[in-house]
């Protein structure tokens, strides 16, 4: 089983709708888990931190249920600069922080 | 505040050719300190890892090595490339346990 699982998609989605990404994690002594979204050629760039049953930063938000090992990211009200590759991804510990990145799930947003 | 700082943005080379890719983190002390690649379309792999000075980890066997000489510098290099060494390669810093990383803007190699 991977480490870390995403649909890659792509999510294709007007402006102003409503979507949600799923993550599934093998680790299961994984404590910290993160959203990173990447553009284009361009580096990854976090976007939520989750550390508890879940976080909601304006139109994100993000739920994670350990007992499952599942997180999921909803975008309320997309915008077209929304359009990326949503980043999944659980840290394991130990003296180095190691975080865990799959693929991703990317997600384009049209007029 | 922080920063991170990485380059050269993207670099041609020659089959067999040296590489050398530095990174430098600014605002901050003793980071931890890593070295990912991405391939196109694929995700980010962890080449090798440094928790202080001299100290590096690496994930994967390869034709490439790491170096940290200065607590907030970490170089990147190979004697010789290889073709499949062609990707995206990013530096990235965190504080410590339970923290996101900073990733710097990257290097694209091409190794023709």
């Known amino acids: 089983r991977k480490e870390v699982e995403q649909d890659p998609g792509p999510f294709n989605v007007p402006e102003g709708a409503t979507v949600a990404f799923n993550c599934t994690y093998s680790n299961s002594a994984s404590q910290s888990f993160f959203w990173y979204r990447q553009d284009c050629r361009k580096e990854p760039k976090l976007l939520m931190s989750v550390y508890s049953s879940g976080n909601e930063d304006g139109r994100f938000t993000a739920q994670l249920n350990r007992a499952s090992q599942y997180i999921s990211l909803l975008i309320r009200d997309s915008k077209l600069s929304d359009s990326a590759t949503y980043l999944c991804v659980p840290a394991t510990h130990g003296g180095y922080n190691k975080l865990i990145f799959g693929a991703g799930t990317r997600l384009a947003v049209h007029p | 505040s922080q920063t991170i700082h990485q380059w050269p943005a993207t670099l041609v080379q020659p089959v067999g050719s040296p590489l050398s890719l530095e990174c430098t983190v600014e605002g901050t002390s003793n980071p931890n300190l890593y070295w990912y690649r991405q391939a196109a379309g694929r995700g980010l792999q962890l080449l090798f890892y440094?928790?202080?000075?001299?100290?590096i980890s690496s994930e994967v066997p390869q034709n490439l090595s790491a170096s940290r000489p200065q607590d907030r510098q970490f170089i990147l290099s190979s004697k010789k490339l290889l073709l499949s060494d062609s990707g995206f390669y990013l530096c990235?810093?965190?504080?410590?346990?339970?923290?996101?990383?900073?990733f710097g803007s990257g290097t694209r190699l091409t190794v023709v």
């Open positions: 990235a810093w965190s504080p410590g346990q339970q923290s996101g990383y900073t």
């Open positions: 440094s928790v202080g000075i001299g100290q």
